[in-house]
């Protein structure tokens, strides 16, 4: 419902085993909780939906590949982190995959209003919000204003999404986006870089950065020439592969 806006009674009825009857009883509890609206067929969800076509198409790219670097960078998650969530098609991959199960006492500070209506959902992780202009074409927040912001609140991870990297470095699409993610990863002791083979050795407008040797590239690419110059940047000390 969450994810898609919109359910229907007889694929509920085949995925969970049970008959339609039980299902339109359980909906109508569900409404009267002001949880959801019946409609014919099925019931719809009170909230907007979520994704905007153009991240639609996004989300559409790589998917396989996004849920095994979710996969990988949940296990990067651990008791008590206070983790920066960047905005993205993967990083709301990772973030769905890492409330599945969330550790203990974890915090996550985002400028992702997709992250925040994911992670708003489960009261007992703690959210703290880095605000700035509003940008509708990636649904985040930007602000070169936020030194004051990273002053006061401190994260241990940042796992980051981009447009493109190369052997010289990540990118981004916009200048504002580059210096917003440029503060980030100045803030945060460890980077985590989720990037599925679209973003990978592909330029974009904007270079956030050059390879320092200290990020952590999180990719699931089964492209043997692809991977062989990851591995190649991996052992001139670029970044590590994960």
Known sequence: MNKYGKIYSSSLAEELGVSEVTVRSDLKKLENLGLLKRVHGGAISLRPHRYDPQFQEQIAVDVEEKKIIAEKAVHLVEKNDIIFVDSGSTTLFFTE??????????????????????VVQYPEIKLVVLGGYFQYGTMNFLDLEINP?????????????INGLDEKGYYSSTLLEAETK??????????YILASTSKLFRKSLVRIKDWSGSEALVTASTDENIMKKLKECEEEGKFTVI
Do not use: C, Q
Request: proline share 7%; no cysteine; net charge positive.
């Open 97 to 118: 995959k890492l409330l599945e199960t969330p550790p203990l006492n974890l915090t996550v500070v985002t400028n992702s209003l997709y992250v925040i209506n994911t």
């Open 149 to 161: 912001f990273f002053d006061r609140y401190h994260v241990n991870k940042a796992f980051m999404g």
């Open 182 to 191: 440029k503060l980030i990863v100045k803030a945060s002791p460890k980077i």
